[in-house]
T-cell receptor
Framework: DAKTTQPNSMESNEEEPVHLPCNHS???????IHWYRQLPSQGPEYVIH???SNVNNRMASLAIAEDRKSSTLILHRATLRDAAVYYC????????????????FGQGTILTVHP | NAGVTQTPKFQVLKTGQSMTLQCAQD?????MSWYRQDPGMGLRLIHY???????DQGEVPNGYNVSRSTTEDFPLRLLSAAPSQTSVYFC?????????????FGDGTRLSIL
């Protein structure tokens, strides 16, 4: 699996935008960029994913660099409920064998949101 | 929608006991999987299934068995519990296992083995 690099932690104030960066310089052409988050004592939660173009959904936006070597998860107005560990994960469309469907979670970014 | 439901939420076992962790999804997803989460090690894939009657091993399958008799259910069995299996277990499901599909997780089973 291609490796991703994220900052260990970030802080934000409530109702302000948050930009969470992810570097993936060894990304391949068939890798999707996924973001998940995990709130305390809960299972991981899917946030958003994309391949080449920027993506928006009700939770967040995903901005993908033109060379695909980095991406940014954007939370438009942070709330206290957004405090979580955010994981940037690459998933190969063609992965098979023991890697089929597998999500490789790194250490992620711990987001703290201040009232 | 219930999504992915895991039971029990908490369990304490003695070494050598057996038990089954239950996982059910109501989204008609073909792909289901089990992960364990340990401090400092992230989530690791134990077993997965691409449909009823089809299962395969992930990266840490030893000590665990699975079966998939229906689309909805994917139980995880510990045959003879060991303290090293103390962990938080998560079940996930998705339409398929291909890279473009989001996965939905349950809230986990917290298992302690004494």
């Amino acid at each position: 699996d291609a490796k991703t690099t994220q900052p260990n932690s970030m802080e934000s104030n409530e109702e302000e935008p948050v930009h969470l960066p992810c570097n993936h310089s060894t990304i391949s052409g068939t890798d999707y960029i996924h973001w998940y988050r995990q709130l305390p004592s809960q299972g991981p939660e899917y946030v958003i994913h994309g391949l080449t173009s920027n993506v928006n959904n009700r939770m967040a936006s995903l901005a993908i660099a033109e060379d695909r070597k980095s991406s940014t998860l954007i939370l438009h107005r942070a709330t206290l409920r957004d405090a979580a560990v955010y994981y940037c994960i690459l998933r190969d469309f063609n992965a098979g064998g023991t890697s089929y469907g597998k999500l490789t979670f790194g250490q992620g970014t711990i987001l703290t949101v201040h009232p | 929608n219930a999504g992915v439901t895991q039971t029990p939420k908490f369990q304490v076992l003695k070494t050598g006991q057996s038990m089954t962790l239950q996982c059910a999804q109501d989204m008609n997803h073909e792909y289901m999987s089990w992960y364990r989460q340990d401090p400092g090690m992230g989530l690791r894939l134990i077993h997965y299934s691409v449909g009823a009657g089809i299962t395969d091993q992930g990266e840490v399958p030893n000590g665990y068995n699975v079966s998939r008799s229906t689309t909805e259910d994917f139980p995880l069995r510990l045959l003879s519990a060991a303290p090293s299996q103390t962990s938080v277990y998560f079940c996930a499901s998705s339409y398929s296992g291909t890279g473009g599909q989001p996965q939905h997780f349950g809230d986990g089973t917290r298992l302690s083995i004494l």
